[in-house]
Structures are given as structure tokens and as C-alpha cells.
């Protein structure tokens, strides 16, 4: 079944305004609040056991997030920084509990940044003035920035020069580090086109329908080959191997196309899911792109989407069958499904990468009447019906079957306005608009993945989606909270506080202690309260402590500017207990230093107390928050310490 394109109404809105050195009075984001210190410890990495996500210490994992598109348009950025800020976005983004973005980008993007010639950046509001420090005459210093000051990490040291769209994409990824937010990158198009997603195929030569159909007012490139398409997403995964803001890489948005009516349509014009080598199977095409990525980054995750058809082989149809039009019932041939959402090929051909199976994710998109009127919306429709016509054996059978992860790349639509939108989990379904049964459907679907853990990027932040809208308003500030207070109930939080929790093992998710990290929460949330996962289960879990590799990172980390002043760990004298008489303030292993090792040893002598404890002095010098005895904050605190966060050791209230 055919999907409408989500980027065609309101689309144009972004390209009206264009790069202006004016300033433009926005609000600056208090660098007090934020993260003091960028986590560089390449630790965050993740990998599937089972249809569950670990980090590297074996702690479950769950990624909830939203998309935001642009750098598969032709503006190539991610729209609505016309509008507002980077950090001021990233910032509310973070703060409302996205723990990642999916970012679709183009292979024609790709390729450009590949071979050294970025494609240039449009509808973006850039600037800084002055570009330097000015000292007047009575002696008062203007900082730089003072009058202007909109997403000036996107201008050269003239404050008005527009960086290219390779060396823009880096601030972007290094500002969603700081925020604790990691980021899937999805190869939404071959072309960079505002509709690109239309294109079939992962690839497309000169002359090919749907790229002529694409290239109309458009100077997209004449061909995007096979090998384009796998070199350019290896080439990116190679540069940020050491940086593990992006975790992930989503090789092709919603593959699709079916067989004409008529059998006049090439097969190979489709995607197609079997055993074969042909480049238009999606089976086969996913398995070399996969190995090709994971050579030069093993870590990253390789989500691998459906595609729109498949034929149904008990009646003897293969993909070489042509389709009907309006078939009887009884006489079908194919299994229909969401561009994207149909993953029955992975029962009898899954993918299976030369280095095994602990990477793959599978991603099928899924949408409500909204979109599209599909069969199974077409009666009093619930989860049982859901799962009975469509779900199950599209997608869901490899979360319920443990084969592997599933993420839904894609949900979400158009909602009725100023009603109770839990409401419509009861009524009959039948008689409703497709806007009423949308909300039906979205809430089946949340509740769904909450009690399956299965992850999810929310579609879309964007206002500017034809065919769903989003989450926030043409400002990409504020908040159709309808929608919002709908979806955020499948972010991952705690279960009784309600703090949201970040992928990031040392940054926590947005700023004023609205998130967590990964090790705050498991040394101090998830044995007590839990989360939102599988009923609010409480579950046990083991911090991640690594000591950071310098010279790592591939890529220029661009933060913003703070002044944080580290303050030494204070060095007293105490005559309690059979302790020296000296005291040095976060000293567990009582070197004489504070650092790293101080809470690997804090965290062994909690895990096996036997085999590692520490000595009454090293008590003393280990207890440094809460004055509680030696408990696992002590190693995180240690921790924020190493890194900038904690600027005072002990901590005091």
C-alpha cells in the first residue's frame, strides 16, 4: 500500500527565508545550566541480544525519540533553524525527554561531503556581532555576540560566513552530545529533494522513471549508483567511529513499489526481499551495506527497514508475478503494507552481516487512517485486530519471536484538537473520521511498544510535514501539547518521579535535572523505582566507568562557551575510627590522586565486596555525596568530578 508524501504542504515555508547577517533577537540559553564538559569516553555504544538493546555493561536499554528532517531537502540542514536557535531547540528537545533524533539525509549529501565539495546550506539564520571582543573608549568590553547571536557556530570568525553543510552537521552532532541526546542518521533519499523519499530505491541510474519523475525543476545528480549509495553512509561511519553521539545508522528509508497491473513494470524496478544477488533486493543490498559499515565501526547499530510488498508464495507467486488491480477476495497475490513496513522476508531470509547478528535492528514504519485509509482501519479496529491483520505478520512476530530489536522509525499523524484523546480508546472505531480512528490507532501503538519494549523515533518534530504535521509550531518552539502529552507517555522515564533517561552513560538528558544519564539511573533509579519499561519493572544494572582515550574523536567538537572553575578537593584532617588522620576528599584507593580510578575501585568494592574492599581510610575518602556511607553515587560523583560537572569534593547541600 502506497504512502502519501509527508513533506509536500508547508514544505515551502522553509525555503522563504534565507541566510541573513541581521540579528535577530533570540533568547540565549543560560550556560550555567548546561553541561559543563563534553563526555568523550566512546562508552555508549550498544548492541542486541534477543529483540533487547545493552549497553556495554549489560544494562537494558530503550531508544525514544522523534525525527527532524531537512538534510534530505534541498536546503540541506535540518529545517526551522531559520527560525529559532540550535541550542535554544536542542535544549527543549532534550528537556522534554527525547533521548535521540533521527536525522534523514541524502546520499547525493553524503557523496558531497565524501569528495570534498559540500553542497551549500539554505533557510538558515546565522550570525554573531561583532565577531570579536570590543573594548571602548571608557574601557567597557562588548563580547562578542552581544547584538547578534543565532546559530553562530554555523559562521566563520566573521560572524556573518557561512560554514558548508558537512562542517555545519558536525556543530549539530556535537551540540546534541552536549545535550545528552544521540543521534540515528537515516538515508531517507538518493537525491537530495524536498520529496525524495518517493525514489524506490536505495539508487537510481540516468534515465530510470522515478528519477526522471524526481528530476523535474530539480538538479539533483543524473545517477546515484549502488556503490554511491554504500560508500558515502561507510565513509560518514568511519568518521565518527570514535564518537559515539551517532549510535546508529538507518541504511534506507522505506524501500518500496509493486509490480504493475498490467506486468509492464520491470521487477527489478522494485524492492524485492529473497536469496538473490540483485542489486534491487533489499535483503541483500542491507547484508553488503551492513558489512561495509560495520568494517570501519563495529559498534554502530544497522537498522534495516521493510519494503512494500511481497508476494504471497503459498499460492505459488513469486516477485516476478504481476499485481491486479482491486483483486477479488481469494484472489490476491500480494501482501500489502506500509512503505517500509513490511518485514515477513525476515522469517525465511533475515540479515546476517559477516560479523554476526548483535548489530541488526529492524525498522518498519507504521501510520493510521490519516495517511492513508489502509483495510485493517476499515472496522471497530483494536491491538487484537491490529496484530491479527497486519502487525504480526508484517513486524511484530521478530520483537514477539526475540529475533532481533525492532524500532518503528515512523508513527505518528494529525490528531482532533481540543478534546480528551484517550477518549477515543473506547467507542466504536467503524463510524469515526479518519482523524478520531488516527487517535485510536496512535494510542494502540504507544501502548503496544511501552509493553513490548520496542523502540521508536516519533515522526516528526517538524510543523512542516504534509501529511502529519508535528510536534511543535512554525517557530520550532512551542508545543502541540495534545500530541505531545499523547506520545510522551512512550518516552523512557521513571516510573514514580518521572525523569526522563538519556542514552548517554555520563551526560545527562537536558539540563536543570530534568533527565538522567545511564548511570545515574541505573545507580539510583532502576533497583527502587524502575521505569516505564515492561509495566514499570524494576530491574537491577551496573554504571558504565571509563576513563577517556584522548585523541579519539574524528571530528572538531565545537561547545558552547562556559566558565566553570574547578575547585581542588578539599585535604582535612579526621580522628574518627582507626583511619590515618588524613583525609583526601574522593582518594578511595588512597593514591593520593582523584580520578577514574577511585570510583572503578568505589564500584568493585560494591559488586564483590569480598575480592575488593577498601580499607576504613578509603571509606572515608570514598564517601563524598550524602554522607550515607559508600554507595554507588560516591563512584558517579567521582565520576562528574573527573569530568567537570562536580566542581567541589564532598559534595555539600
Given amino acids: ?76 540542514i535540518p529545517h526551522g533553524l531559520y527560525a529559532t536557535d540550535l541550542d535554544k531547540l536542542l535544549e527543549n528537545v532534550s528537556r522534554h525527554g527525547i533521548n535521540i533524533i533521527r536525522f534523514p539525509v541524502s546520499t547525493e549529501l553524503l557523496l558531497s561531503w565524501m569528495d570534498g565539495e559540500p553542497l551549500p546550506v539554505s533557510s538558515v539564520n546565522a550570525s554573531y556581532n561583532p565577531p570579536q571582543d570590543v573594548i571602548g573608549e571608557d574601557g567597557t568590553v562588548t563580547k562578542a555576540g552581544t547584538y547578534g547571536d543565532v546559530n553562530r557556530y554555523f559562521v566563520e570568525s566573521d560572524g556573518k560566513t557561512l560554514k558548508n553543510s558537512m562542517e555545519i552537521f558536525d556543530v549539530i552532532m556535537s551540540k546534541c552530545k552536549e545535550y545528552g541526546i544521540k543521534a540515528l542518521i537515516d538515508v531517507h533519499s538518493p537525491a537530495a529533494h524536498n520529496s525524495g523519499h518517493n525514489y524506490t530505491l536505495w539508487y537510481y ?70 536469496d538473490s544477488t540483485d542489486k534491487n533486493n533489499w535483503k541483500y543490498s542491507a547484508e553488503q551495506c551492513a558489512n561495509s559499515i560495520l568494517k570501519v565501526n563495529p559498534n554502530a547499530l544497522i537498522l534495516i527497514e521493510g519494503i512494500e510488498q511481497s508476494p504471497i508464495t503459498e499460492k505459488g507467486y513469486t516477485f516476478d508475478t504481476p499485481d491486479a488491480w482491486e483483486p477479488k477476495e481469494g484472489e490476491e497475490k500480494w501482501y500489502g503494507a506500509w512503505w517500509g513496513g513490511n518485514l515477513r522476508g525476515v522469517k525465511t531470509y533475515p540479515v546476517k552481516p559477516t560479523s554476526g547478528t548483535s548489530q541488526i535492528v529492524y525498522s518498519p514504519h507504521d501510520y493510521g487512517p490519516k495517511v492513508y485509509p489502509q483495510t485493517w482501519f476499515k472496522k471497530n479496529f483494536t491491538t487484537e485486530t491490529l496484530l491479527n491483520d497486519y502487525w504480526h505478520d508484517s513486524w511484530a512476530y521478530i520483537n514477539e519471536e526475540d529475533i532481533a530489536p525492532l524500532l518503528i522509525g515512523e508513527w505518528g499523524g494529525m490528531l482532533p484538537k481540543g478534546v480528551d484523546l484517550e477518549s477515543y480508546i473506547n467507542g466504536d472505531a467503524s463510524g469515526w473520521d479518519d482523524l478520531e ?17 520496542i523502540n521508536h523515533t516519533f515522526w516528526c518534530l517538524n510543523p512542516n510535514s504534509g501529511d502529519t504535521e508535528g510536534l511543535l509550531d512554525s517557530q520550532f518552539e512551542n508545543w502541540d501539547m495534545g500530541k505531545y502529552n499523547l506520545m510522551e507517555q512512550s518516552l523512557w522515564q521513571t516510573q514514580q518521579t518521572g525523569k526522563y533517561i538519556g542514552l548517554d552513560h555520563q551526560i545527562p538528558l537536558g539540563v536543570n535535572g530534568t533527565g538522567l544519564s545511564l548511570n545515574d539511573f541505573y545507580s539510583n533509579y532502576a533497583s527502587t523505582e524502575g521505569s516505564n519499561l515492561d509495566g514499570g519493572t524494576v530491574v537491577g544494572g551496573t554504571p558504565v566507568i571509563t576513563t577517556p582515550t584522548s585523541g579519539t574523536t574524528t571530528v572538531t567538537i565545537t561547545t558552547r562557551s562556559t566558565t566553570t572553575t574547578s575547585v581542588p578537593t578539599e585535604t582535612t584532617t579526621t580522628t574518627s575510627g582507626s583511619t590515618s588522620g588524613k583525609y583526601l576528599a574522593g582518594d578511595a584507593n588512597e593514591d593520593g590522586d582523584v580520578n577514574m580510578a577511585d570510583a572503578v575501585a568505589i564500584m568493585r568494592s560494591q559488586a564483590d565486596p569480598d575480592e575488593f574492599s577498601l580499607t576504613a581510610q578509603g571509606k572515608a575518602n570514598a564517601d563524598v555525596v550524602g554522607n550515607d556511607g559508600v554507595t554507588n553515587a560516591d563512584a558517579l560523583t567521582i565520576q562528574q568530578y573527573e569530568a567537570g560537572i562536580v566542581t567541589k569534593l564532598p559534595v555539600t547541600a
Fill in 1 to 76: 500500500m502506497r504512502k502519501l508524501p509527508k513533506a509536500i504542504a508547508g514544505i515551502a515555508a522553509a525555503s522563504v527565508l534565507a541566510l541573513t547577517g541581521t540579528a535577530v533577537d533570540f533568547p540565549a540559553v543560560n550556560s550555567s545550566t548546561v553541561n559543563a564538559a563534553v563526555d568523550g569516553n566512546n562508552d555508549d555504544w550498544l548492541h542486541a541480544e534477543g529483540s533487547r538493546l545493552y549497553d556495554m555493561n549489560g544494562n537494558e536499554v530503550w531508544l525514544t525519540g522523534a525525527n527532524w528532517f531537512g538534510m534530505n531537502c534541498t536546503e540541506n
Fill in 437 to 453: 480512528k488516527n487517535a485510536r490507532w496512535m494510542i494502540l501503538l504507544r501502548d503496544y511498544m511501552i509493553k513490548n519494549h
Fill in 205 to 274: 541510474q540516468d534515465g530510470a522513471e522515478d528519477a526522471d519523475n524526481m528530476a523535474v525543476g530539480h538538479f539533483s545528480k543524473k545517477e546515484i549508483t549502488w556503490d554511491d549509495w554504500i560508500n558515502s553512509i561507510t565513509w560518514l561511519a568511519e568518521k565518527y567511529a570514535n564518537d559515539d553521539t551517532i549510535i546508529a545508522y538507518d541504511l534506507k528509508n522505506e524501500p518500496h513499489g509493486k509490480r504493475g497491473y498490467s506486468g509492464t513494470t520491470c521487477p527489478d524496478t522494485i524492492a524485492k526481499w529473497d
